[in-house]
């Protein structure tokens, strides 16, 4: 038996709840599964509509801050597995990633808190993929999308990582470990040059257009 189902079986005999004692017997993070149907929808309906976002987290009497509060300074490494693991729901390592918790820790979790601090970091990563958009984004040239650019997305942030290492794989873990502001003001500024090339190619052709 893992230790998240023994946990689990012996939540499971402990306590019962409804709708009207959710508040006052608050679930751990490992009773949400075992919830009845109701309360589930009940609790679920707190947790998208009302909870306050909240970076500090709550073991009991104890207070757990995160790791970094910053996610700039935090490894590029970090950021693209705490990416992941929010895109596919995978919360236990998200706490693991943004607190440093063990999964005992996780599954004991008061869950009203655990979810007001899980908004709280996707608060953070939308307002980091928010700058990047307005800072990293464009749309490719028709000359970009008949040369088949658009066929890169399907390797993410591999893109990127191979561009900062100059095509060289050995270089890779190095720059994982960057913090990721170092990371992001280096793809800035490329993006920034890209576009000042492409300005220029583009003057320059319209000239020698003029001149003909």
Known sequence: MSLYQGILKKLQRKRVFTVDT????????????????????FVDSIISTGLKSNPELRRGRKKILPLQ?????????????????????????????????????????????????????TDQLVEMATIEQNCLGGEPTLD??????????????????????????????AILLKPYAIVFRKLYMEKVKQDIHKKYLDYVSRKAKRNS
């Open 22 to 41: 959710v508040f006052t017997h608050i679930p751990k993070m490992g009773e949400y599964a075992l919830l009845p149907q109701d309360v589930k929808t």
């Open 69 to 121: 509060q910053d996610f700039w300074q935090v490894s590029y490494e970090t950021v693209v597995l705490l990416r992941e693991a929010v895109q596919e729901m995978q919360l236990e390592e998200v706490f693991q990633l943004v607190y440093g918790i063990s999964e005992k820790e996780f599954l004991k979790l008061e869950l009203f808190n655990a979810f007001a601090c899980y908004q709280w970091i």
């Open 144 to 173: 970009e999308k008949n040369a088949g650019v658009e066929e890169l997305g399907q390797f993410g942030y591999a893109n990127n990582l191979d561009t900062l290492a100059g095509g060289d794989i050995l270089k890779y873990d």
